[in-house]
T-cell receptor
Framework: DGGITQSPKYLFRKEGQNVTLSCEQN?????MYWYRQDPGQGLRLIYY???????QKGDIAEGYSVSREKKESFPLTVTSAQKNPTAFYLC?????????????FGDGTRLSIL | GESVGLHLPTLSVQEGDNSIINCAYS??????FIWYKQESGKGPQFIID?????DKRQGQRVTVLLNKTVKHLSLQIAATQPGDSAVYFC????????????FGPGTRLSVLP
């Protein structure tokens, strides 16, 4: 089945530690996205990538980094500079081009602080 | 579905009744809208979308209504079932904005037996 796989489902971070969240898709989508979801708020865009080897900052990129070395993979690193990393992180993908393209989501990674 | 801080607005309906979930969107230039369903601990699932050249679109047991005059979107679920219990949120964008959607905070739908 085609879809988006995020791992791990739960992740714990220690003080001063960087952690990496995995996102893989087999939908052959060009675009991929990372969102942060906090209780009572809409999804906020962290980073997005429209094509391999290129990515753009979203609204809340500080304290995060990404790479896009392969079309199917878009890992997110939460660095120690992110002082409030506890949240539910969602990865999405979509086709690109003019017009109307819905985003499809993975099942998320919940990050907590130890 | 207005944001109320940490607590989402909740809609409770009896099983078998119809549900109406509302969303006030922010940008009058937005021309594409999506409704997502998110179950606890899972990612959002696409339900239905609508373009601004339409004011109504129907899917299986769901209908989306768009009122551009007052920037309002609603999702109607017919014959609500226990499996419909989830958080529902809307997303808006303009086709020239690439894939940059603005997402609402959502409404929690609780289906009572």
């Amino acid at each position: 089945d085609g879809g988006i796989t995020q791992s791990p489902k739960y992740l714990f971070r220690k003080e001063g530690q960087n952690v990496t969240l995995s996102c893989e898709q087999n939908l052959n989508h060009d675009a991929m996205y990372w969102y942060r979801q906090d209780p009572g708020q809409g999804l906020r865009l962290i980073y997005y990538s429209q094509i391999v080897n290129d990515f753009q900052k979203g609204d809340i990129a500080e304290g995060y980094s990404v790479s896009r070395e392969k079309k199917e993979s878009f890992p997110l690193t939460v660095t120690s500079a992110q002082k409030n990393p506890t949240a539910f992180y969602l990865c999405a993908s979509s086709t690109t081009g003019r017009g109307y393209q819905p985003q499809h989501f993975g099942d998320g990674t919940r990050l907590s602080i130890l | 579905g207005e944001s109320v801080g940490l607590h989402l607005p909740t809609l409770s309906v009896q099983e078998g009744d119809n549900s109406i979930i509302n969303c006030a969107y922010s940008n009058s230039a937005s021309d594409y809208f999506i409704w997502y369903k998110q179950e606890s601990g899972k990612g959002p699932q696409f339900i239905i979308d609508i373009r601004s050249n339409m004011d109504k679109r129907q899917g299986q047991r769901v209908t989306v209504l768009l009122n551009k005059t007052v920037k309002h979107l609603s999702l109607q679920i017919a014959a609500t079932q226990p499996g419909d219990s989830a958080v529902y949120f809307c997303a808006e964008t303009h086709h020239n904005y690439g894939q940059n959607f603005v997402f609402g905070p959502g409404t929690r739908l609780s289906v009572l037996p």
